[in-house]
């Protein structure tokens, strides 16, 4: 089953503009991630906030937490041709031993140059 | 520095037959999971791997078993393949299993069952 749900499934902007998608999910965490798919191909690690934590930044990317709502958000500023792929939240909630993550179903980003 | 590497890219197997995939993860890594990613959804954990034992599993049967080797590398083995076995099966590797750091995943097998 997966935990995390994005929102929206589909997100097709200008090249320039922000992008936001949003992450829901149902239990404790201990963490959460996103990453970005090409393609159908790996997936690459862009962030981990821990469940302490409210706000991350790294680049062009801004992840914020809200525990008591249990939600997130990806804000891509300034996006580029290149910001085109599929985004997905995965959530940490193991408890002892083990840190599986939970996936979304995620969020396809189209930015048009 | 090498990252997490999968063998082979793609396989084309037929309904009841055997396959393995192959991971092996970032250097310095010691914890090994499989996902399976469905074409559109999001991937869905198979199970992990620390120490040459399984520590954790998802919601897959039996027909699924794997495999973590004394250099951290891993076998993920799939019998009786159904249609639905078709997916892209990735691998991630991280270090420790209580630590909760990230997870970084491999290009992934692309299984294809006819």
């Known amino acids: 089953s997966q935990q995390g749900e994005e929102d929206p499934q589909a997100l097709s902007i200008q090249e320039g503009e922000n992008a936001t998608m949003n992450c829901s999910y149902k239990?404790?965490?201990?963490?959460l991630q996103w990453y970005r798919q090409n393609s159908g191909r790996g997936l690459v690690h862009l962030i981990l906030?821990?469940?302490?934590?409210r706000e991350k930044h790294s680049g062009r990317l801004r992840v914020t937490l809200d525990t008591s709502k249990k939600s997130s958000s990806l804000l891509i500023t300034a996006s580029r041709a290149a910001d085109t792929a599929s985004y997905f939240c995965?959530?940490?909630?193991?408890?002892?031993?083990?840190?599986?993550?939970?996936f979304g179903a995620g969020t396809i980003l189209r930015v048009k140059s | 520095d090498a990252g997490v590497t999968q063998s082979p890219t793609h396989l084309i197997k037929t309904r009841g037959q055997q396959v393995t995939l192959r991971c092996s993860p970032k250097s310095g890594h010691d914890t090994v999971s499989w996902y399976q990613q469905a074409l559109g959804q999001g991937p869905q954990f198979i199970f992990q791997y620390y120490e040459e034992e399984e520590r954790q599993r998802g919601n897959f049967p039996d027909r699924f078993s794997g495999h973590q080797f004394p250099n951290y590398s891993s076998e993920l083995n799939v019998n009786a393949l159904l249609l639905g076995d078709s997916a892209l099966y990735l691998c991630a590797s991280s270090l420790g299993q209580r630590k909760r750091k990230e997870q970084f995943f491999g290009p992934g097998t692309r299984l294809t069952v006819l």
């Open positions: 906030i821990r469940s302490n934590e």
């Open positions: 995965a959530t940490d909630e193991s408890k002892g031993y083990g840190n599986k993550l939970v």
């Open positions: 239990t404790s965490i201990n963490n």
